[in-house]
């Protein structure tokens, strides 16, 4: 097994130096000595066994290097410098360490003296008992301090490391008790060192992120691994007293298998995130007057709200993370208001299968936050528990949704400016007072960040818009002067022509021209007047099936109308048309070749919905909500980004509504809502009395 594991620690040796010649910043030299030293280890014991002098020499070198290694994890981020107690610690375990150079010379001195050789066998396990204790700590903070994002970087070499130190822990434990050392798990311990060399190989294949670590209460955190470990140490002792009372080889036996049970349960469980989530909470309940440590909370907003660079998420998905960190959920939602005053997916972080509909919020169930403020635990929602009618404001696609855990609502001067979905952490617990203290305050910040994201994309928007007027109104007056010269000319040519045929044709080319360019005109001066179209009634179905005949080429259709039943709507048929050959090409451009494109014609309640489908790339919620709909912002080469504005604010003047659904990777549903001719009247008439209160109070 010593020599297998000496080839391991070889070829690892090998493999990170010719890593460390190719320039990888990942492969230090202390991690290169450290597998050297452990490779030279394995062969000595190979060749000469344990309790040799050169044996316990090379293990005490091999102790020292495993104990920089660990070090050096520290120092790639600077911990050592912050984290007071791991510079005194390690300076301990060396001391200790070297303490065994002092009994090998005893040993030499007193080679006949069977008495102080035994003296000196249970001081020198005891020493290597108080090294492998501090060792495990240091393994243990070294892991449970990183951040959450690169802990992965970390996991595979905290678990070697843990292996190493965690059977020499239980091996010298069992030689201190029985007073000499247990050759079968002796023997075993190269076992251990190859598969802690299979597991430094996971992590340096997958840990090749550099390594950030995050302040952590630390002497809390080491005085709980110390009672722990006390702990482990206490029942191994009521173990091996209780093992030794068996005598012969079933002691041995069974301390092999104790040895194996043990350390199976300490890989297994302890890199659990979801103990390191128990521990987290009992440790906060349990050591300090706080659960929360507010100046570290305070600096991890910070710098996750303030990330810049072209590689930062976009603000609103660092919003959901900022909120979602602070309870150690693991993802979360962000709903924003729309026009109408629903709410609606803005941004998704780590949380890509939660199913939310167009309209996430009513825009009646607005109000009950934007008063309330309420801060939601969907759990006691669920159980049935109302405690300010907050059952009748959730949503039904929440409580369905097992993942969600609670509802964060950001208000800024009593506006409701997002509600933030947190999904259920590792390890669920009861909201308390200090929770909803410190999630409406962050609430509060999060909602001036949005608000004033919001203000600066409105004046950027106003500034464009104002660059575009004063742009377009040379346009609309070079136009309208060509348009009157043209008309001008037929008029004349009317008069004057003398040639009948020339006449005719003239006449037929001219007012032609001056139709399209009147036209024209009368589209670019639609924002400036009242902002309304003048409609009739319109067969939707008709225009959908003449619009898939224009695509359809003989014998390869591509856009495809799935329900054309007669749904009549008020509508102005130019704008309509323009809308859906609009949205028909944009869903052509966003799927693959060859691709079908599907329309269809339905009657919803008082409105006719007309849907435009296809199975392209489909977009984000970010894109949505930030991009899709914004003048002047275009992700097609050489495009003018106004179609998508242009094709909403159409529908609006037609007093509909342009709504979308999408998914990336899944296509995209755009659907435009305009009244029924039938059902004018009754909204007339709801409209009216919606409005009659203002006007008596007026």
């Known amino acids: 097994m010593f020599l297998a594991s000496a080839f391991a620690f070889l070829l690892l040796v090998g493999w990170r130096w010719d890593r460390r010649r190719r320039g990888s910043v990942t492969a230090g030299r202390t991690e290169i000595i450290a597998f050297a030293l452990t490779a030279a280890w394995s062969l000595v014991v190979a060749g000469t066994g344990h309790e040799t002098l050169v044996g316990q020499f090379f293990e005490t070198l091999r102790s020292l290097a495993l104990l920089g290694l660990t070090l050096a994890l520290f120092t790639r981020d600077g911990r050592h410098a912050s984290v007071g107690p791991i510079r005194p610690v390690l300076a301990a375990l060396v001391f200790v360490e070297l303490l065994q150079l002092l009994l090998m010379m005893m040993q030499l001195r007193y080679a006949d003296n069977q008495v102080a050789q035994a003296m000196i066998f249970q001081i020198s396990v005891m020493f290597r008992l108080l090294v492998a204790t501090g060792a495990l700590v240091l393994v243990h903070n070294l892991y449970a301090g990183a951040m959450a994002q690169q802990r992965v970087a970390l996991r595979w070499t905290c678990a070697a490391l843990g292996m190493i130190w965690g059977y020499d822990l239980n091996l010298y434990t069992i030689a201190y008790l029985s007073r000499t050392m247990p050759l079968e798990l002796a023997a075993l311990r190269g076992l251990a060192q190859v598969a802690a060399a299979g597991l430094l190989v996971i992590g340096a294949v997958r840990g090749r992120s550099a390594l950030r670590f995050s302040p952590s209460r630390a002497v809390a955190f080491q005085s709980l691994s110390l009672m722990v470990i006390g702990g482990y140490m206490i029942v191994m002792v009521g173990a091996a007293q209780s093992l030794a009372w068996l005598g012969g080889n079933a002691s041995q036996l069974a301390q092999l298998g104790f040895i194996f049970v043990s350390s199976v349960l300490i890989v297994a469980i302890l890199p659990s995130g979801r103990v390191r989530g128990w521990l987290k909470v009992m440790l906060a309940k349990h050591f300090f007057q706080h659960r929360y440590d507010y100046r570290a909370e305070w600096l991890r907003f910070t710098r996750t709200i303030g990330r810049a660079g072209s590689q930062a998420p976009p603000l609103h998905e660092r919003v959901v993370q900022a909120v979602a960190d602070i309870t150690d959920s693991s993802a979360g939602l962000l709903l924003v208001p729309a026009e109408s005053g629903e709410l609606v997916l803005a941004s998704r972080w780590q949380w890509p299968t939660a199913d939310v509909p167009a309209e996430a919020l009513a825009a009646a169930d607005v109000t009950f936050f934007e008063k309330r403020g309420f801060i939601v635990d969907l759990d006691e929602v669920r159980a049935g528990i109302d405690h300010q009618g907050e059952p009748q404001a959730v949503p039904a696609w929440m409580l369905e949704?097992?993942?969600?855990?609670?509802?964060?609502?950001?208000?800024?001067?009593?506006?409701?400016?997002?509600?933030?979905?947190?999904?259920?952490?590792?390890?669920?617990?009861?909201?308390?007072?200090?929770?909803?203290?410190?999630?409406?305050?962050?609430?509060?910040?999060?909602?001036?960040?949005?608000?004033?994201?919001?203000?600066?994309?409105?004046?950027?928007?106003a500034s464009r818009f104002d660059e575009f007027n004063r742009r377009i109104a040379f346009v609309m007056h070079d136009i309208k002067n060509l348009a009157s010269q043209i008309s001008l000319l037929a008029r004349n040519a009317e008069r004057h022509s003398d040639n009948p045929e020339f006449r005719a044709?003239?006449?037929?080319?001219?007012?032609?021209?001056?139709?399209?360019?009147?036209?024209?005109?009368?589209?670019?001066?639609?924002?400036?007047?009242?902002?309304?179209?003048?409609?009739?009634?319109?067969?939707?179905?008709?225009?959908?099936?003449?619009?898939?005949?224009?695509?359809?080429?003989?014998?390869?259709?591509?856009?495809?109308?799935?329900?054309?039943?007669?749904?009549?709507?008020?509508?102005?048929?130019?704008?309509?048309?323009?809308?859906?050959?609009?949205?028909?090409?944009?869903?052509?451009?966003?799927?693959?070749?060859?691709?079908?494109?599907?329309?269809?014609?339905?009657?919803?309640?008082?409105?006719?919905?007309?849907?435009?489908?296809?199975?392209?790339?489909?977009?984000?919620?970010?894109?949505?909500?930030?991009?899709?709909?914004?003048?002047?912002?275009?992700?097609?080469?050489?495009?003018?980004?106004?179609?998508?504005?242009?094709?909403?604010?159409?529908?609006?003047?037609m007093r509909g509504r342009l709504e979308v659904e999408s998914r990336e990777g899944l296509g995209s549903r755009f659907t435009v809502r305009l009244p029924l001719t039938s059902a004018q009247p009754l909204i007339d008439s709801i409209a009216g009395s919606a409005s009659s209160p203002d006007k008596k109070v007026a």
Request: hydrophobic share 50%; proline share 3%.
């Open 505 to 653: 044709d003239m006449l037929i080319t001219l007012r032609n021209a001056a139709d399209k360019l009147n036209a024209l005109l009368a589209r670019l001066s639609r924002y400036g007047g009242n902002g309304t179209e003048r409609v009739e009634d319109i067969n939707a179905s008709e225009v959908i099936r003449a619009i898939a005949a224009r695509y359809n080429a003989p014998g390869m259709p591509q856009v495809h109308v799935t329900h054309n039943a007669p749904c009549h709507v008020l509508a102005n048929r130019e704008a309509l048309e323009q809308v859906i050959l609009h949205l028909v090409q944009n869903a052509i451009d966003a799927s693959a070749e060859g691709m079908a494109v599907f329309l269809q014609a339905n009657v919803d309640g008082l409105h006719g919905a007309i849907e435009v489908i296809d199975t392209g790339s489909g977009m984000s919620a970010e894109f949505m909500r930030n991009r899709l709909f914004k003048p002047f912002v275009s992700t097609k080469p050489g495009g003018f980004g106004i179609g998508a504005f242009e094709a909403r604010e159409l529908v609006k003047a």
């Open 401 to 461: 949704e097992v993942s969600a855990w609670a509802l964060v609502p950001l208000l800024h001067f009593d506006r409701l400016v997002g509600l933030v979905v947190l999904g259920r952490p590792q390890v669920a617990r009861k909201l308390d007072w200090e929770d909803f203290d410190l999630l409406r305050v962050v609430g509060m910040q999060l909602a001036s960040y949005l608000a004033e994201h919001a203000g600066q994309s409105a004046l950027l928007e």
